[in-house]
């Protein structure tokens, strides 16, 4: 009972969200944020994985959502729709509850396999020569979806309402919030146990000594083949979730800017640091908000928040703590593991 | 493809890759002296364009202050590269002192400067955006366009003047930066960083002299490139930017001859691509290209891989 009092905690707060949800006392714009909270956390935590606890630069991150996002909806839209793009369905649209987080699943291996395309060069590249290699993975991506005009190309994709619908029909829960708030701390436990592995302390330490981590018996390649896929197979399931909130995307949204706000969000909290992360990722989405009456300042401030950031505070609000390093007293909420 | 319109493509890859070749030079000259990829690189291109913008119309007495006489549209372009460049170079020197020279004393890792190169580029492009609103502006025509026609090849004496204006600025860099004592200073900065000061050699001044250098390279891109393509708006820099790091990085970093090179080979790709393949394929491919040849010979084709002590 002791150990899983984390958990229960989430549930409990997830199982209050759907509840308001379903009880609708909080309207959708509160909803919607909550939702893009969720992808936001996703994002920067398995960003932080390859930038923070690995040290990498990868400024490309953005396209691993788009192959997650397209995937995963063209998955939905030709076995749970009936469209003229893809004709009808070929199951049942009530089956789409069941199989969602099958086709995310999908969408993020799809994603992971693009991770190879930037985790095969690392191997050999590190630092700025790396870092370029993963803006032009970003912009391969977003120039090849621009280029299959079956789903769209530039002019984008869409129909994912068809399919949020056709689960609330089955079931009249707001299932999409749901799947979020799943797979948000699913996210968050997958790199949590990841990074208190042996993996994890193999990522750390090829960040702070590669050749001497190799020599070490560290098997480098494959930490950064793992680190890499499973980084970007999170950033896809992300893209896929973001893809059924918005209901239509296109490669446009998937640029080198993207990648920019999600790397914010990464330095903001801390590199290195899941709690870190989860914290930026909720306090820039609602600063985000906020800030919202003042347009295009908006995109002035935040970066002028970072900057003075890196001026006093470069490590990002937690460094390289984690939340329980700051609150000692919430170890009793994540008791030790038996050896 | 015939013999006449590769010429063609080759004269217009050529003037594409100058201003990818102008832009890289800055990035390079940054690099090398102080390690710092200078991502608001393509936005100081940006700005240059704007400040020659907003000279070239003052200048043509556009607006309610002007001066007393008029002057003929080729003494406005000199006057406008003159001192257009003069103020980007301001703005550079504004940047290293406000963003890059606080981390620098501080001996922030060079992480934290990359950030926020990265952030202060988006504080130029969003800040012109919000200032200056969305609306895209026209460059005056100050070059007469003269069209000539040599064996089928049309070009026009914009593109004549991109090609030298690059050329030229190629020939005074590398002049500086081998035949002067402040570009000595520079070489000695990327060998060693920490001994240089030790030396007598006052490292702040040479590094406002590189970003000097850089910025009005960029201007200098900028003026040239509004003219030829005479369409202003304030996300211009960014993809530029990007490109022309990635051109810098294809010849090797840090060696000015890399960065040159390496403008005209991306100028190439992008051109003869479009040329091959249909349009929409020329980011692809030459992305495709480039990221193949990266994976091949990382450290580009003049750039010499930094020994690692272990």
Redesign the interface.
């Known amino acids: 009972m002791q150990r899983h009092l984390a958990l229960m905690l989430y549930i409990a707060i997830c199982g209050l969200i759907v509840f308001l949800v379903k009880a609708e006392w909080i309207n959708a714009y509160i909803q919607i944020v909550i939702m893009f909270i969720g992808i936001n956390i996703m994002l920067t935590t398995s960003l932080n994985l390859v930038n923070g606890y690995m040290g990498e630069f990868s400024c490309g991150h953005a396209g691993f959502m788009a192959v997650g996002a397209y995937a995963t909806s063209i998955l939905n839209i030709w076995f749970f729709t009936n469209g003229n793009l893809f004709g009808d369905a070929l199951l049942s649209p009530s089956l789409s509850v069941i199989l969602f987080p099958a086709t995310l699943l999908i969408g993020g291996l799809c994603a992971a396999l693009a991770g190879l395309l930037v985790a095969i060069p690392s191997f050999k590249t590190r630092g700025d020569y790396l870092a370029i290699i993963t803006l032009a993975v970003n912009y391969i991506i977003k120039s090849a979806i621009e280029n299959i005009q079956v789903i769209g190309g530039a002019r984008g994709f869409m129909g994912m309402r068809k399919v949020v619908n056709a689960m609330s029909e089955t079931f009249p829960l707001p299932w999409l919030m749901i799947w979020i708030l799943v797979f948000t701390g699913l996210t968050v436990v997958v790199l949590h146990r990841f990074v208190s592995s042996t993996l994890g302390k193999g990522v750390v330490a090829v960040r702070d000594d590669e050749i001497a981590a190799e020599i070490m018996s560290v098997n480098t390649q494959r930490m950064k083949l793992i680190a890499f896929m499973v980084s970007s197979g999170l950033a896809g399931i992300a893209g896929g979730l973001f893809a059924h909130v918005l209901g239509y995307i296109n490669p446009g949204s998937f640029t080198i800017m993207k990648s920019t706000e999600i790397m914010v969000m990464v330095y903001l909290g801390g590199m290195g640091s899941l709690g870190g992360s989860v914290m930026s990722a909720i306090l820039f989405t609602v600063l985000m908000e906020f800030l919202r009456p003042l347009q295009v300042f908006k995109w002035v401030l935040i970066p002028l928040l970072l900057i003075v950031l890196m001026m006093f505070r470069p490590e990002g609000i937690m460094g390289h703590r984690e939340l329980t390093d700051v609150f000692p007293k919430l170890r009793r909420l994540f008791p030790a593991r038996e050896a | 493809m015939d013999i006449q319109s590769f010429f063609q493509n080759l004269i217009n890859a050529m003037q594409w890759g100058s201003f990818y070749a102008l832009i890289a030079l800055g990035y390079t000259l940054v690099y090398g002296v102080l390690l710092l990829?200078n991502f608001a690189h393509g936005d100081i291109f940006m700005v240059g364009a704007y400040i020659g913008f907003f000279v070239a119309t003052f200048l043509l007495g556009s607006y309610a202050f002007h001066l007393p006489m008029v002057l003929p549209p080729h003494v406005v372009f000199m006057l406008t590269l003159l001192i257009t460049m003069i103020l980007t170079a301001g703005v550079g020197v504004t940047l290293e002192r406000v963003?890059y020279r606080?981390?620098r004393r501080?001996g922030?890792?060079r992480?934290?400067?990359?950030?926020?190169a990265?952030?202060?580029g988006?504080?130029l492009e969003?800040?012109n955006?919000?200032l200056l609103g969305a609306s895209r502006r026209a460059f005056p025509d100050l070059i007469e366009k003269a069209v000539y026609t040599v064996g089928g090849v049309t070009f026009t004496n914009v593109k004549i003047i991109v090609i030298l204006a690059a050329l030229g600025v190629f020939l005074l860099l590398e002049t500086i930066v081998r035949k002067t004592k402040i570009g000595m200073a520079m070489r000695a900065i990327s060998y060693d960083r920490v001994a240089v000061p030790l030396m007598g050699i006052p490292i702040d001044t040479v590094i406002v002299f590189t970003f000097i250098l850089g910025s009005s390279m960029a201007a200098l891109a900028g003026v040239l490139f509004v003219s030829a393509y005479p369409v202003l708006e304030p996300y211009m820099g960014?993809m530029i930017g990007?490109k022309a790091?990635?051109a810098a990085?294809v010849g090797g970093?840090g060696e000015i001859r890399g960065a040159f090179v390496g403008g005209f080979v991306l100028g190439f790709i992008e051109i003869f691509v479009a040329a091959v393949f249909p349009s929409?394929?020329r980011?692809?491919i030459a992305?495709?290209i480039?990221?193949l040849f990266?994976?091949l010979k990382?450290?580009g084709i003049f750039g010499v891989a930094r020994a690692?002590k272990?």
């Open positions: 990829i963003a606080p981390l501080k922030a890792g992480l934290y400067i990359v950030i926020t990265l952030m202060a988006l504080i969003n800040g955006l919000a960014a990007w790091f990635i990085v970093i929409t394929f980011d692809l992305f495709g480039l990221l990266l994976s990382p450290t690692q272990i």
